[in-house]
């Protein structure tokens, strides 16, 4: 059965090191966060560009099933001790929708930022800059080819 690895992984390097601990193939998601393809709003992508790993959040707070996020004011009353737990999923995301949809819809208004649904994982930290999605292809790959030379090149050589 096949593996991916999932989780962590913004460059070659990272991709290397889960294939050389027997996954077959990563599942990036971050790294398409800011490309110029992507569907984020600039309001979205400029919280994404500034964001390091700490300003992320594991949180129910969205969807009721664990998910990394960018903290906002929306995760902080969350997180509060004078707040609810979260509901299970399906539950939470039938209370939160509108608001995620809305906020999705505004992005670039006033302070929705403030309460946006931001999904991203940590290695959003890694991510500076808007670029292309083929430019982040090729430089996932030219990583991760240099990774496996270094790592070869550092094998001992049986004759």
Same mark, same amino acid.
């Given at each position: 059965?096949?593996?991916?690895? +999932?989780?962590?992984? !913004?460059?070659?390097?990272?991709?290397?090191?889960? $294939?050389?601990? !027997?996954?077959? !193939?990563?599942?990036?998601?971050?790294? @398409?966060?800011?490309?110029?393809?992507?569907?984020?709003? *600039?309001?979205?992508?400029?919280?994404?560009?500034?964001?390091?790993?700490?300003?992320?959040?594991?949180?129910?707070? @969205?969807?009721?099933?664990? #998910?990394?996020?960018?903290?906002?004011? @929306?995760?902080?009353? @969350?997180?509060?001790?004078?707040? *609810?737990? =979260?509901? =299970? $999923?399906? /539950?939470? !995301? $039938?209370?939160? &929708?509108?608001?995620?949809?809305?906020? #999705?819809?505004?992005?670039?208004?006033?302070?929705?930022?403030?309460?946006? &649904?931001? +999904?991203?994982?940590?290695?959003?930290?890694?991510?500076?800059?808007?670029?292309? +999605?083929?430019?982040?292809?090729?430089?996932?790959?030219?990583?991760?080819?240099?990774? /496996?030379?270094?790592?070869? #090149?550092? $094998? =001992?050589?049986?004759?």
């Amino acid at each position: 059965m096949p593996v991916l690895a +999932a989780g962590g992984i !913004g460059n070659g390097r990272q991709m290397a090191a889960a $294939m050389a601990m !027997g996954a077959q !193939g990563i599942w990036a998601g971050s790294l @398409w966060l800011t490309v110029e393809e992507s569907h984020s709003q *600039p309001a979205q992508r400029e919280s994404y560009l500034n964001a390091t790993s700490e300003d992320t959040i594991r949180s129910r707070a @969205w969807t009721g099933k664990p #998910a990394r996020m960018l903290k906002n004011k @929306w995760t902080e009353a @969350w997180e509060s001790d004078d707040t *609810p737990d =979260p509901l =299970p $999923m399906p /539950l939470q !995301g $039938m209370v939160t &929708f509108d608001a995620i949809r809305r906020t #999705a819809m505004y992005a670039d208004k006033g302070e929705a930022q403030a309460v946006s &649904f931001n +999904a991203a994982g940590q290695v959003i930290g890694q991510i500076n800059e808007v670029e292309s +999605a083929k430019n982040v292809v090729f430089k996932l790959v030219s990583e991760y080819v240099d990774t /496996l030379e270094k790592m070869n #090149a550092s $094998m =001992p050589q049986i004759d």
